[in-house]
């Protein structure tokens, strides 16, 4: 069941439609270990980047979303917000 939940909310948010033809562009999607990692970037001047970290232990989700201003923030920063959150959940998840 939370295989399919998690399934289901990766796809919502790999469905997201940018407005008008000149919205936000998905620019990463990537697995690591429990997470999935989604990335778009808004190549408008006044948009923004929008973060995704989805994570799944055993029965339990989680969506850490982060919106920057302008070109967002490093993949590198974005993949440590993505395990800490995998980590937390699977310690949330032991308890």
């Given amino acids: 069941m939370a295989a399919a939940a998690y399934k289901k909310v990766v796809g919502a948010i790999r469905l ?3 407005i008008r033809g000149s919205g936000p562009k998905l620019v990463e999607d990537r697995g690591i270990e429990q997470v999935r990692i989604l990335r778009w970037s808004d190549p408008r001047p006044d948009g923004v980047s ?3 970290a ?3 232990f055993r029965n ?3 969506v850490t979303a982060v919106r920057v ?3 967002g923030m490093a993949a590198s920063i974005v993949e440590r917000i993505a395990r800490t959150a995998a980590d937390r959940l699977a310690a949330t998840g032991n308890n």
């Fill in 54 to 56: 989805v994570s799944q």
């Fill in 60 to 62: 339990l989700i989680s």
């Fill in 69 to 71: 201003p302008g070109n």
């Fill in 50 to 52: 929008h973060s995704y």
């Fill in 16 to 18: 997201c439609q940018p």
